[in-house]
Nanobody, 119 residues
Framework: QVQLVESGGGLVQAGGSLRLSCVAS????????IGWYRQAPGKPRELVAA???????NYADSVKGRFTISRDNAKNTVYLQMNSLKPEDTAVYYC?????????????WGQGTQVTVSS
């Protein structure tokens, strides 16, 4: 199985930047994709960005051009570089891994990291 730990959240002013990290452990060789999701109070969790094992990426329209997802395979870490932050980016950010397990695909979530953008 796969375990995830996020870090890097905090309080930042609008227009600022943060970099989130998601460190994976366990059966990291079985990971098919890792995504960053966020959930603001009273709103459903939404996909922000994802990166596949092959390196392809996709982004929510709301963050295109501002956020960049990347990975360091040697460190089993996926990053989310967030630039030009807006107050509406305020949310708890979660890392999710989809991995293969005995012929099926499972998901694993991290504990989340709070990002607060002040205006």
């Amino acid at each position: 199985q796969v375990q995830l730990v996020e870090s890097g959240g905090g309080l930042v002013q609008a227009g600022g930047s943060l970099r989130l990290s998601c460190v994976a452990s366990g059966s990291t060789f079985s990971i098919n994709a890792i995504g960053w999701y966020r959930q603001a109070p009273g709103k459903p969790r939404e996909l922000v960005a994802a990166i596949s094992s092959g390196g392809s990426t996709n982004y929510a329209d709301s963050v295109k051009g501002r956020f960049t997802i990347s990975r360091d395979n040697a460190k089993n870490t996926v990053y989310l570089q967030m630039n030009s932050l807006k107050p509406e980016d305020t949310a708890v950010y979660y890392c999710n891994a989809r991995y293969s397990y005995w012929g099926s695909e499972r998901g694993s979530w991290g504990q989340g990291t709070q990002v607060t953008v002040s205006s």
